[in-house]
């Protein structure tokens, strides 16, 4: 298992059980095994089964799982979708941390879907953002995969994105590019450099200056979108951002730009509705 995880489960255990589930401990006898089930109490994409499985393995490895669905599968409401035996005390005990954990995931990855069918098709990947909840991003992400979407930069670490704001501060974009390609050639480092920019102006100058892997539109509409695409003709790929919704991404998509991110994948979740049964 990995490390961080491994993290993430002791951080969750020691907010939600601390020194001890007394309420399980004073009704439940020490050893006594039981049987639950996980249940969709809506139609969902799910998510989050095999980090469920993990998270009651890392407190007991006999805790035995059978999973009726897949991560990634559409269940229907009242269908099981994974059943537990093993002890009753752990079962209650992990039972909000794991469907705290599963709910908001079947979330992400039920709202990224819904994009993703939406440009079925068409020759663009649906990207996250960097719009997650704080420390639980790698859960966020996962979920976005599970549900079809494809991982923007993990953080600030393993791409470079030349902002506006990056822009102000340095004085203009080409010296905000001269600056980063400097920066990865002292370091000996390999990173895409993604630029955004805010109207024509901007992407004439990127375009001219070049030194970038991918050009962002910031907040263009569809008719400038598709103004863009004709304007770059496929000389660095092109990334649409702001603004877009399940009402409208398609259009973008329609426009021919190579990646759409939508920072409501997560940042505007509505966790799925799932419940713990015991029997």
Known sequence: MDTYIKEFIERCAIEDIGDGDHTSLACIDVDTIGHADIIAKED??????????????????????????????????????????????????????????????SGIASNTY?????????????????????????????????????????GLYDAMMIKDNHIDFCGGIINAIRQCNKYLLQRTKKMKIIIEVRNFNELETVLNYGNIDRILLDNFNVNDTKKAVKIVNKKFPLESSGNINIHNVKKYGLCGVNYISIGALTHSVKSCDLSLTCR
């Open 114 to 154: 819904l994009f993703v069918k939406q440009v079925e098709g068409l020759n663009v990947k649906i990207l996250d953002t960097r719009k997650t909840c704080p420390s639980i991003r790698f859960m966020d992400k996962q979920a976005v995969k599970i549900g079809g979407g494809t991982n923007h930069r993990d």
């Open 44 to 105: 969902c994409i799910i998510a989050g089964i095999i980090f469920a499985t993990q998270i009651f393995h890392y407190f007991d490895k006999n805790t035995n799982i059978k999973c009726h669905a897949s991560d990634g599968e559409l269940v229907k409401k009242n269908n099981i979708i994974m059943s537990i035996s093993g002890s009753k005390k752990l079962i209650l005990s992990l039972e909000r941390i794991v469907l705290n954990c599963m709910q908001r995931m």
